[in-house]
Antibody
Framework: QITLKESGPTLVKPTQTLTLTCTFS??????????VGWIRQPPGKALDWLAL???????RYTPSLRSRLTITRDTSKNQVVLTVNNVDPMDTATYFC????????????WGQGTLVTVSS | DIVMTQSPDSLAVSLGERATINCKSS????????????LAWYQQKPGQSPKLLIY???TRESGVPDRFSGSGSGTDFTLTISSLQAEDVAIYYC?????????FGGGTKVEIK
């Protein structure tokens, strides 16, 4: 059974750095084709893909936020970490991590999401 | 970036009736080497995470009821719920995974009439 769970702060001040951790089980991020990604959803709005990391440590970012995002993995801990620098109230959203079993599938499994509020 | 446009924004359908949601991509998401469109559909119920329904535009994910079907190729796609059930009330999103940045449509809210 594949599970993913996001963790991190619920409240962050503007200009600070947000660090979110996705802890997963049921698959290996060393398996060919596998990827883990981050998607966020502002309250009442649509889904917005942020970043993903592949089994070979290749990474992709959404261009509009590329300068502020970093995605890394710790395969020994089965974790993927997303950092967002210089946060703004517009970054207030529920952040999801998700698993993709190969490049031909969509996001097969999702975490429950974690709501992050950016406010002073 | 590939822009995904869904229509309508919302629709109300009677129980047991058909619901149809459209999704259009600003450029083709058809991968020529395997003739598959890299288009997925998700269902998001209130307060829940999205759930993958369809990938490759028309391949149903394991465990998804067969009343859900996807069709289309290239730039124009459709998600059909053949006989709407009460548990299908949700927002439905299309997403292209042909090329980065991966992009979602704006969502279609399905309600019971």
């Amino acid at each position: 059974q594949i599970t993913l769970k996001e963790s991190g702060p619920t409240l962050v001040k503007p200009t600070q750095t947000l660090t979110l951790t996705c802890t997963f089980s049921g698959f290996s991020l060393n398996t060919n084709g596998v990827a883990v990604g981050w998607i966020r959803q502002p309250p009442g709005k649509a889904l917005d893909w942020l970043a993903l990391i592949y089994w070979d440590d290749d990474k992709r970012y959404t261009p509009s936020l590329r300068s502020r995002l970093t995605i890394t993995r710790d395969t020994s801990k089965n974790q993927v970490v997303l950092t967002v620098n210089n946060v703004d109230p517009m970054d207030t959203a529920t952040y999801f991590c998700a698993y993709r079993r190969h490049s031909s599938s969509g996001w097969v499994s999702w975490g429950q999401g974690t709501l992050v509020t950016v406010s002073s | 970036d590939i822009v995904m446009t869904q229509s309508p924004d919302s629709l109300a359908v009677s129980l047991g009736e058909r619901a149809t949601i459209n999704c259009k991509s600003s450029q083709s998401v058809l991968y020529s080497s395997n003739n598959e469109s890299y288009l997925a559909w998700y269902q998001q119920k209130p307060g829940q995470s999205p759930k993958l329904l369809i990938y490759w535009a028309s391949t149903r994910e394991s465990g998804v009821p067969d009343r859900f079907s996807g069709s289309g190729s290239g730039t124009d796609f459709t998600l059909t719920i053949s006989s709407l059930q009460a548990e299908d009330v949700a927002i439905y999103y299309c997403q292209q995974y042909y090329i980065s940045p991966l992009t979602f449509g704006g969502g279609t809210k399905v309600e019971i009439k």
